[in-house]
């Protein structure tokens, strides 16, 4: 913590509207969600609510010691045990290969035909800044799958824009009323997860393969309750609770 009298503390968050019925989750690798957010969903399944994931990739070359062919299947079971726990239980792959996702047309056009399917009130998504906090370069599957995310939800809202998706018989969409991005440096809200840290930390230990294969070189990340107690205790501090889990919201109605 800095000793600068003069440096100003960050200002709390505000919470986040829980008003809605139905939100798809657009990540760009399985875990994404689990470092930090999981219980979130977990608390909002809790309410009633109708959370899916959509995973851009499966996350096939993420684990150093063991080949992408061999890996993009354990990762998906893993996943899919992840969101599990936390109440979800529609996780689907578009199977973009991990690692090198571009942002552009195909992947607009593949997640605008998901949100038409599922029609959500909320997106959430991975953070698409540049960086966590100002301070660690972001990933580029995390840029590119974030901004095409936000793209595809006007996207999906507009009959003129990839009119295959009509033809298919995917209607447009405009009912995405805003769009959520996790561990985002610009979040100004969070959502109170006290009551179900726990359980989003047993949604990360599920992806044991991902874990293990971090070992001593992964610091604190392999330790899933160490660094959602970290995280989950800073974000609480700004909103007035123990635990918390932040984003950036994005209007869009």
């Known amino acids: 913590m800095s000793s600068d009298p003069t440096e100003q503390a960050p200002p709390p968050y505000r919470h986040l509207d829980e008003d809605w019925r139905t939100a798809l989750a657009i990540i760009p ?47 998906e079971r893993e996943q899919v045990e992840s969101a599990r726990i936390v ?3 529609t996780v689907e792959f578009l199977g973009y290969p ?22 959500p009130d909320i997106v ?26 936000l793209d595809a ?44 840290f726990d359980t989003g930390v047993a949604s990360l230990e599920a992806h044991r393969a991902y874990l293990d294969g971090l070992g001593a070189s992964g610091g604190e990340m392999a330790d899933a309750a160490e660094f959602l107690e970290g995280v989950g205790r800073e974000a ?3 909103l007035g609770t123990r635990y918390a889990a932040a984003f950036e919201v994005v209007p869009l109605g």
């Open 29 to 75: 690798h399985p875990d994404d969600m689990e470092y930090g957010a999981a219980a979130a969903i977990a608390r909002w399944t809790g309410q009633g609510k109708r959370i899916s994931y959509l995973m851009v990739t499966s996350g096939e070359a993420g684990i150093d010691g063991m080949a992408p062919e061999q890996c993009r299947p354990v990762r």
């Open 87 to 89: 109440g979800v239980d």
């Open 98 to 119: 991990d690692g090198v996702v571009e942002y552009g047309l195909p992947l607009r056009r593949d997640l605008a035909r998901a949100i038409r399917r599922h029609r």
């Open 124 to 149: 959430i998504t991975a953070n698409y800044r540049e960086t966590y906090g100002g301070v660690f370069p972001n990933q580029a599957d995390h840029i590119a799958v974030g901004r095409a995310a």
């Open 153 to 196: 939800v006007r996207d999906a809202g507009n009959r003129w824009i990839f009119r295959e998706l009509t033809a298919e018989g995917h209607q447009p969409w405009n009912g995405v009323r805003q769009l959520w991005a996790a561990a985002s440096p610009d979040g100004r809200h969070a959502a109170d997860i006290t009551d179900t």
């Open 236 to 238: 609480g501090a700004r």
